[in-house]
Each structure stands twice: as C-alpha cells, then as structure tokens.
C-alpha cells in the first residue's frame, strides 16, 4: 500500500484498530505513517497502542518529532513510554517538548501509584534526577560543565 493511502486508511479507523496495524509494521514506516497523520490523532493512536511497540515507534523517530507526537499524548500513556525508553533518549525527547508538557509526563512518572501500579519503571529506568540532569545537560552545556566544575567534580 502508498503510503498517502496507507495515511488515509489509518486516519479513518478506530485508534486502537490503526495502532494494532501500525504494531505489525517495521518500525521505520509505522513512524513515517505517523508523522504523516494529524499530530493529535498519532498521539490518540499511541495512547491506545499496547506500550511495547509504542515506544519502538517512538524510538525509531528523531527526538524533535517523537516530542511533537508525546506532547499531545495522555501523560499517563507518555510515561509509560518514557519509563520503557532507555533514560539517555527519553531525556533528550523530553528536552525537545515545552517545559511544562514535560514537566506533567515526569510528574505522572514520579507518582507513587504510577511508580507501584507500573513495575518497570523500578527495573528498567532511572532516578527522575537523571532525567533532569541530562535534559539540563542537553538545554545549557556550558553552563552544566561550569557547575559540574565548581562542585569539584
């Protein structure tokens, strides 16, 4: 199928019928279909998409565009995301979106019914301290390194 057809079909279907199909495909053009796609409806796409193969999609785009898509997703469906992404590309995803977009989906992370309710997040990712470290990192280089001087480190 084109992928303008492919586009189209998609955009017509139920969001969790659009992300099980987008699930089966290869990553890179289950991507490009959604980047393709209305940003709030790829957003609804994701959040009804199992979390696996949501964030594979996720990771398969550059930051800039996997910001765009989680921004508009529920915060609850990005921080399933983001705990399953490994932290160092989470971080930099989070980086790319507006502050307080952000800010919600680290909050909704940071929660302890979240943190109870969501195994992984103790298993497969790190302190939220790391994510604010690297998303500082990332925003203002120069002045995280003078920091990390004057702390004699």
Known sequence: MEQDDAVSVLSEMAYAGAGYILAEMELEHAAEILLDLDKQNAAY????????PATNILAAMEYEQAA?????????SAALAFAELEYEAAACILSEMDSTVAAGILSEMDSASWQT????????????????MTIQRRKNPEEHYQD????GR
């Open 45 to 52: 796409i994701l959040d009804d998409m199992d979390t696996e």
């Open 148 to 151: 990390y001087l004057s702390r």
């Open 68 to 76: 765009a898509l989680t921004s508009k997703m529920v915060a609850d």
């Open 117 to 132: 309710s969501h195994s992984s997040w103790h298993h497969n990712s790190f302190p939220l301290s790391q994510y604010s």
